[in-house]
């Protein structure tokens, strides 16, 4: 059963642009399409006008193909760009810096060999 249901509203990245719709993703196993008379109720002469690559928008789900991890999707009648701040923390350094990545490194570097290797010899 799928994590998605219809008429949910959901957050997607936009992926690509044709001249008969958006194609967003979701994560590895759906992708979306927002057909062009889904955009918007008035005329859409040019989908930039609404959407770029690699924007992150809300979507509703109007239908859902889980065999082929498909939604088809609509911007329509929702505030589709509105996205919420996300709180930032500043991030804490600590007392050690880099210093534990240059100690691990070589070693995570000669297991990944050694893996490697292994695999070869058998």
Known sequence: MS????????KATV?????????????EYYTGLIHIS???NNF?????DYVNIGDVISVKILDIDDEEGHLKLSIK??????IKKIKRHKIKE???GFNTLEYHLPIWIEHYLE????KKNN
């Open 94 to 96: 600590t007392p050690l």
């Open 44 to 48: 859409v002469k040019d989908i930039t």
């Open 38 to 40: 889904e955009i918007s």
């Open 15 to 27: 992926t690509g642009i044709e001249n008969y719709g958006v194609f967003v993703s979701f994560d």
């Open 115 to 118: 893996k490697i290797e292994n």
């Open 77 to 82: 009648d929702i505030d589709y760009k509105k």
């Open 3 to 10: 994590k998605y249901r219809k008429g949910n509203i959901v």
